[in-house]
């Protein structure tokens, strides 16, 4: 079969994260007959300097024009003093947007060989742990309604949180497909004690799992109860949905947990197959150009992009296998490395996990 893949490196470190990915997916290619074909496009500050807007109309049409989208990492301290709507970010959000894409999976995952990078107690990680955050993309509050005015002299500003049945009903779609496929166990997360908002996101959660994935059990948890029992069990959690604010918040938390942001994929879906895969971390600016990246979050992307945008389960599984090979013959980056391991660079990390492919 032929793909044809999207490539956004974006900034700082972005180009050699993406290299090593693209090296890792010819690799896999290869040795399963299949043919990958990338285009890259630029966005972010690179996009920014060479065509003066973080989202060329080009980039969007050959993302929309692809079968599926691989970006590395936007932003640096060249374009820090722009003024927000032309800032490298927007270039991101103005892609998801584009592309329809309103749903983000985070898998945060702690692997054995690595568990003593985590921040938490050794018996609380001693199995590894594996949390998927599914988080509402393009709704709630990042993009409701907002305003600022003047009131008895004193200025003031506010956001809107705002969720509509069918904007729930497609993140509980893409969250029971997940449930579905691992434990039938799904965690929803809201604040419905005390938001109106919430309240529909929860009766919403229920009668849409209810009547479309009766297997799977929806439990639902408060948002300060999930931020405390991410650090004081975190192996009790499988799937956890969750809207646009709430998911931003705790998919970072979940991630510390595993102790390494060089380690963490994320992949953002809507409704057809097509989807932008990246890492979770951003463009890491003070250690660009130096050989020294992790490149292993922006592989897993590329990996989560065979599984999930072409249904390439095998593919996937010997790009993670390759990964946990490499790890526990104790190659590291400088971000995971430990007395005793041998510190390779970017360069190297991702040849190592190619030869074992
Ligand atoms: P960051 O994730 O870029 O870096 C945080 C720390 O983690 C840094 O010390 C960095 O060196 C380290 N780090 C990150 N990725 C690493 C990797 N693969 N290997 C080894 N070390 C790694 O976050 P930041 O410093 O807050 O932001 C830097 C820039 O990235 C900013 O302009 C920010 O807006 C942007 N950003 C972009 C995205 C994105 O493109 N999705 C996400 C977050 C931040």
């Given at each position: ?12 470190i ?11 997916l010819?690799?896999?290619g ?5 043919e ?18 973080p ?5 969007v049409?050959g993302?929309?024009a ?24 927007k ?9 329809g894409?309103?749903?983000n ?6 692997w ?12 609380l ?6 949390i ?10 990042y ?24 904007e ?14 691992r ?47 991410i ?16 998911g ?7 991630a ?11 992949s ?69 490395y430990?007395e ?6 970017c ?8 030869d074992?492919?």
């Open positions: 079969m032929k793909y044809n893949i999207a490539v956004l490196p974006g900034d700082g972005g180009p050699e994260i993406c290299a090593g990915a693209l090296k890792v010819k690799k896999t290869e040795k399963f007959g299949h990958f074909s990338f285009t890259e496009l630029p966005i972010g500050g690179a996009a920014i300097d060479a065509y003066g807007t989202l060329p109309d080009f980039t049409e993302c929309l692809s079968d599926s989208v691989l970006l590395g990492a936007v932003g640096g301290y060249k374009w820090d003093k722009l003024p927000g709507d032309s800032r490298p970010e270039g991101l959000l103005g892609i998801r947007k584009a592309m894409l309103y749903s999976i985070r898998p945060a995952k702690l054995k060989s690595l568990a003593a990078a985590s921040p938490l107690k050794s018996e990680v001693k199995d590894g742990i594996e998927i955050i599914v988080r509402e993309l393009i709704g709630g509050i993009f409701g309604e907002r305003g600022r005015g003047e009131e008895n002299g004193f200025e003031y500003a506010w956001d809107t949180e705002k969720y509509s049945v069918p729930i009903e497609r993140i509980a779609r893409i969250a029971c497909e997940l449930a579905m496929k434990g039938k166990k799904l965690v929803s997360v809201d604040k419905a004690n005390v938001l109106e908002s919430s309240r529909l996101w929860r009766r919403t959660m229920h009668e849409y799992a209810a009547k479309h994935y009766p297997e799977v059990q929806v439990t639902d948890v408060l948002v300060d109860n999930m931020a405390m029992q650090v004081k069990n975190p192996a009790q959690f499988d799937v956890v949905v969750t809207s646009n604010i709430f931003d918040i705790l998919s970072d938390e979940a510390q947990v595993t102790g390494s942001i060089g380690m963490l994929a994320s953002s879906l809507g409704d057809g197959t097509r989807g932008l895969y990246e890492p979770i971390h951003g463009s890491a600016p003070d250690i660009a150009g130096q050989d020294v990246a992790n490149p292993i979050a922006t592989i897993l992307a590329a990996a989560m992009m065979l599984r999930d945008s072409f249904s390439l389960s095998a593919e996937y599984g010997a790009i993670v296998a390759a990964i946990e090979k490499v790890l526990d013959e104790g190659y590291r980056t400088a971000d995971i430990s005793g391991c041998k510190k390779v660079g360069r190297e990390m991702a040849q190592l996990i190619c074992r492919i």
